[in-house]
C-alpha cells in the first residue's frame, strides 16, 4: 500500500478492506506510512493466524488444513457464515442467526456422528 509515498489515495477498495480486516490504527499506519509490515507485526496484532520456521510453511498449513478437514463439514460452513454475518448485523439478529444455525446442526446427521464419536472416544467420521 505505498500509494502515499507516490502522491496517491488508495483504490480498488483497499482502504475499506483494510480498514476491516486491520484494526483502525494499523490499517492507518499501512496506508498513511505506505511501509511493508512483517509477518511477525501482523501476528502480535492477530491478523496473522500462525508463522513457521522458514522452508516449512506448506507442510503446517497442509497439517492445518488436514485438521480442519476433520471437522464437519456442515458445521464449518455455518460457523463461517455466522462470522461473516457478525460484522453486519445487531447482536439481536446474530442471535437468532445462532439459534437457527444451532438447531439446523442439531438436527443434521453430523451432530449425532460427532456427539457419538465423542462418548466412544474416537473421531467421527463426517459424510
Do not use: C
Not at 502515499?4 to 492507518?28: H, I, K, M, Q, Y
Not at 510453511?57 to 457464515?81: E, F, H, Q, Y
Amino acid at each position: 500500500m505505498s500509494y502515499a509515498r507516490v502522491g496517491l489515495t488508495p483504490d480498488g477498495g483497499a482502504s475499506w478492506f483494510l480498514s476491516r480486516a486491520l484494526p483502525r490504527t494499523l490499517a492507518s499506519e499501512v496506508l498513511l506510512e505506505a511501509k511493508p509490515i512483517g509477518a511477525v507485526r501482523l501476528h502480535e496484532v492477530g491478523v496473522v493466524n500462525r508463522l513457521t520456521k522458514k522452508g516449512i510453511a506448506l507442510d503446517a498449513a497442509i497439517a492445518w488444513a488436514n485438521d480442519l478437514g476433520s471437522v464437519s463439514p456442515k458445521a464449518m460452513a455455518r460457523i463461517k457464515s455466522l462470522i461473516n454475518a457478525a460484522d453486519v448485523q445487531p447482536l439481536a439478529a446474530h442471535l437468532d442467526m445462532e439459534h437457527d444455525a444451532f438447531v439446523d446442526s442439531l438436527h443434521h446427521g453430523d451432530a449425532l456422528e460427532g456427539i457419538t464419536a465423542f462418548l466412544d472416544k474416537r473421531q467421527p467420521n463426517y459424510r
